[in-house]
T-cell receptor, first 115, second 112 residues
């Protein structure tokens, strides 16, 4: 079973709709992240969380909100979707700094299309 | 975090070594060099990281110049499955977010 899962994997929605993307992890990591990727570009950080009580904005948080329901779950919401939020969204997790590699583990991605 | 510069694309014949360069001339003493790759819209995958010394693992080797202003990722025997976009990232591992700042990477095409 995958360590980091995302649901849904694909979603098509209309402008103005509220959308929630969910991420779950079984790695036992405290840190979780949401990124978006646009065609031909690298990933950009939307929000990140160090633990259940900690939420931080990334470089492109406008138009998004998050909820850390538990250590294993981190949800991303688009309150009122707009077409330029059409992108590939990735969730990631990592352990605390000083871990073996401090690498981030990524989910398979959610492809969101806003019409 | 320091900015990195990578060539947009490279080709490599299967079975040969793939050498992917990265410039990070503004790197600070407490910044690490990380490499990730992304295979066709999948989630990025960690490859290797290093601070000063050269590093090797089961996937690749990382060669960092003595002045740390550049590095090279080496895939010793590239296969078709290594075709991907490779990202070189420089970042601190601090008490704050260990976030990754992705550039546009190098698209490596491994051919027969």
């Amino acid at each position: 079973d995958a360590d980091v899962t995302q649901t849904p994997r694909n979603r098509i929605t209309k402008t103005g709709k509220r959308i929630m993307l969910e991420c779950s992890q079984t790695k036992g990591h405290d840190r979780m992240y949401w990124y978006r990727q646009d065609p031909g570009l690298g990933l950009r950080l939307i929000y990140y969380s160090f633990d259940v009580k900690d939420i931080n904005k990334g470089e492109i948080s406008d138009g998004y909100s998050v909820s850390r329901q538990a250590q294993a779950k981190f949800s991303l919401s688009l309150e009122s979707a707009i077409p330029n939020q059409t992108a590939l969204y990735f969730c990631a997790t990592s352990d605390l700094p000083g871990g073996a590699s401090n690498e981030q583990f990524f989910g398979p991605g959610t492809r969101l299309t806003v019409l | 975090d320091a900015k990195t510069t990578q060539p947009p694309s490279m080709d490599c014949a299967e079975g040969r070594a793939a050498n992917l360069p990265c410039n990070h001339s503004t790197i600070s003493g407490n910044e690490y060099v990380y490499w990730y790759r992304q295979i066709h819209s999948q989630g990025p995958q960690y490859i290797i990281h290093g601070l000063k010394n050269n590093e090797t693992n089961e996937m690749a080797s990382l060669i960092i110049t003595e002045d740390r202003k550049s590095s090279t990722l080496i895939l010793p025997h590239a296969t078709l499955r290594d075709t991907a976009v490779y990202y070189c990232i420089v970042r601190r591992i601090t008490g704050t977010a260990s976030k990754l700042t992705f550039g546009t990477g190098t698209r490596l095409q491994v051919t027969l």
